[in-house]
């Protein structure tokens, strides 16, 4: 009796362990990669590159990490490393299929297209641990976000009477502004912005930038958190905490590093906060790049700066994740066919920015488009070197796309305010502003036509 119950057990042990080779092996998938990729010994930009992946390489995930922004998987020729989502073609669905792993987690699976079973990887670690953080972030002050459900406004550069007839006529109700701080200066000097949007019926958006050359100053953190505050203070609905701090026009070339950003966020948000509850905290947006491969102090790609945010902790001093978009030349709804090359970047497609910063915070903020545009050369002439990509563009192209990318944000449940990029900017040379403006020389503005219709 007891034989026959041991011999039943073992059946049951043997189908068991039947399903679980079965599942493990439904868990696998085929995928390919969607442009040039890293794949690297860990999940994060600061771990070992092994290889350059090429675009259109065949890889076999088994596994996805934390956070799910690292995938897991096996080159034809029997590679094992961490690729980036945003350079596989896989679908959230394919990727919430797959068990978590780490770098230390057996891997079992053949190469695609064939090939030898590949013993599993001895455990790796980073060649170089991030950056310390120079001292502990202060506790947040607590507070809740003020701002509710999905507006949308402009970028002014005169806000005249005439740009916010059409801005009201467009159905807008915010207005940014942005200023460079320097020590030394008053928070008064911005109240005329404040009282003049507040008097025309918007809210405001601040977007207040530091001096690079400043940044490495001893106490220029606490100066600037004091400034902003008392911004704050004076009324300013929403204050975008610097801009563009991954690239070294806006952070000190050789010191780029979103830990440290963190820092100035959390002690600027403080001091937001205990002015002026109310205030909407934006982090700054990161100019969108893929042109680092990675994260590093003279520049970091926007996917692993965001990243490297959200890992020191940026979600506890932000109401908002700030975001631009201004490099379209398809319909916000297209998620493939740009004619430029890494045509599959997500920087190339509004629906590829909003996934990449919303899967890198977890969903833990909404998303604030403070810069969002579309150029068009039409009625200036030829665009200047850089720009090329956008000769294409017509005006009527550029309202028809700031309606669909307006509605898709409004429908999407993660934006909460979109600021457009930009209202009445005139100037049109090395930086051909005044093409991305949607009221052009003579006054007409198609994109107002098409938001008020």
């Known amino acids: 009796m007891n034989r026959m119950r041991a011999l039943i057990l073992l059946g049951a042990l043997a189908l068991l362990l039947m399903a679980a080779g079965s599942l493990a092996a439904q868990a696998s998938i085929d995928t390919v990669t969607t442009d040039n990729a890293y794949l690297r010994s860990g999940p994060g930009p600061e771990w070992r590159r092994i290889t350059v992946v090429p675009a259109g390489t065949p890889f076999r995930l088994d596994g996805r990490t934390p956070g799910d922004y690292w995938l897991r998987g096996i080159t034809p020729n029997g590679e094992i490393g961490f690729i980036a989502i945003d350079l596989l073609a896989v679908t959230p669905e394919q990727v919430a299929a797959l068990p978590q792993v780490w770098v230390d987690t057996p891997f079992t699976l053949p190469p695609p297209e064939g090939g030898a079973v590949v013993v599993q990887p001895a455990p790796v670690v980073p060649e170089s641990q991030p950056a310390e953080v120079e001292s502990a972030l202060p506790p947040p002050v607590v507070a809740g976000s003020p701002v509710t459900g999905f507006s949308y406004g402009g970028h002014v550069a005169e806000f005249s009477t005439y740009a916010s007839s059409q801005m009201q006529r467009a159905g807008m109700t915010w207005v940014k502004r942005q200023w460079r701080f320097y020590p030394g200066q008053n928070p008064a000097e911005l109240a005329g912005w404040i009282n003049d949007a507040h008097a025309r019926g918007f809210r405001i958006m601040l977007g207040i930038v530091g001096e690079p050359s400043a940044v490495l100053q001893p106490g220029y953190f606490g100066q600037y958190a004091a400034f902003v505050g008392g911004v704050a203070g004076l009324g300013a609905d929403a204050i975008e905490v610097w801009n ?54 003279f ?10 945010m959200a890992r020191a902790g940026a979600a506890n001093y932000m109401d908002c994740i700030g975001i631009h978009y201004n490099e379209g030349i398809i319909p916000p709804s297209q998620t493939s066919g740009d004619p430029r090359g890494s045509s599959s970047h997500y920087s190339r497609y509004f629906n590829g920015m909003i996934n990449t910063y919303w899967r890198a915070f977890n969903g833990a903020r909404p998303l604030c488009f403070t810069e969002l545009g579309y150029l068009s050369p039409e009625g200036f002439g030829p665009l200047p070197a850089g720009f090329e990509w956008a000769a294409g563009t017509d005006l009527n192209e550029q309202a028809t796309w700031l309606e669909s990318a307006i509605n898709l944000a409004a429908q999407s449940g ?31 503005c198609p994109a107002c036509d098409r938001l008020a219709s």
């Open 244 to 297: 563009e701090m991954n690239i070294d026009r806006e952070w000190p070339a050789g010191s780029i590093s979103p830990e440290r950003y963190t820092e100035l966020l959390a002690q600027a948000y403080n001091a937001i906060k205990a002015t002026n509850p109310n205030t909407l905290v934006i982090s700054g947006a990161p100019a969108p790049t893929g042109y680092f491969q990675g994260c590093g102090g």
């Open 299 to 308: 520049g970091c790609d926007d996917n692993f700066y965001v990243q490297g």
């Open 414 to 444: 993660r934006v909460r305010v979109l600021i457009v990029w930009n209202i009445d900017f005139t100037v049109y040379g090395a930086d051909p502003q005044a093409g991305f403006a949607i009221i052009r020389p003579g006054g007409a």
